[in-house]
């Protein structure tokens, strides 16, 4: 079993920056990764940006490349996801996942475990 416990989030202007960190807690594994994901309004949840725990290769979706960055902490086994120039479409509850099976980093169905989701708005 996998706790995620994120933070974060909230509102800002378009252009501006936010932060979301996720701190883990339970059972990992040598395949261990964290990701994040989002669910914009009325949309399917979607792949935002991963790294693994052991060699940190991380993996970004193209509409957040240059903009996002996902980074670690291994001390405290928090993932932590930086926003810069954030756009309206950037709008979405935001969501960290565990993935403990390996597969692949960018596919909701290798993650089992799941934060509650924290809300980020970006106004125009």
């Known amino acids: 079993q996998v706790r995620l416990v994120e933070s974060g989030g909230g509102l800002v202007q378009a252009g501006g920056s936010l932060g979301l960190a996720c701190a883990a807690s339970?059972?990992?594994?040598?395949?261990?990764?964290l990701g994040w994901f989002r669910r914009p309004p009325g949309k399917a949840r979607e792949f935002v940006a991963a790294?693994?725990?052991?060699?940190?290769?991380?993996y970004y979706a193209d509409s957040v490349k240059g903009r996002f960055t996902i980074s670690r902490d291994e001390a405290k086994n928090t993932v932590y996801l930086q926003m810069n120039s954030l756009k309206p479409e950037d709008t979405a509850v935001y969501y960290c996942?565990?993935?403990?099976?390996?597969?692949?980093?960018?596919?909701?169905?290798?993650?089992?475990?799941w934060g509650q989701g924290t809300q980020v708005t970006v106004s125009s």
């Open positions: 996942a565990a993935n403990i099976r390996g597969g692949s980093r960018t596919s909701m169905t290798w993650y089992d475990y």
């Open positions: 790294i693994t725990w052991s060699a940190g290769t991380i």
């Open positions: 339970g059972r990992t594994s040598s395949s261990f990764a």
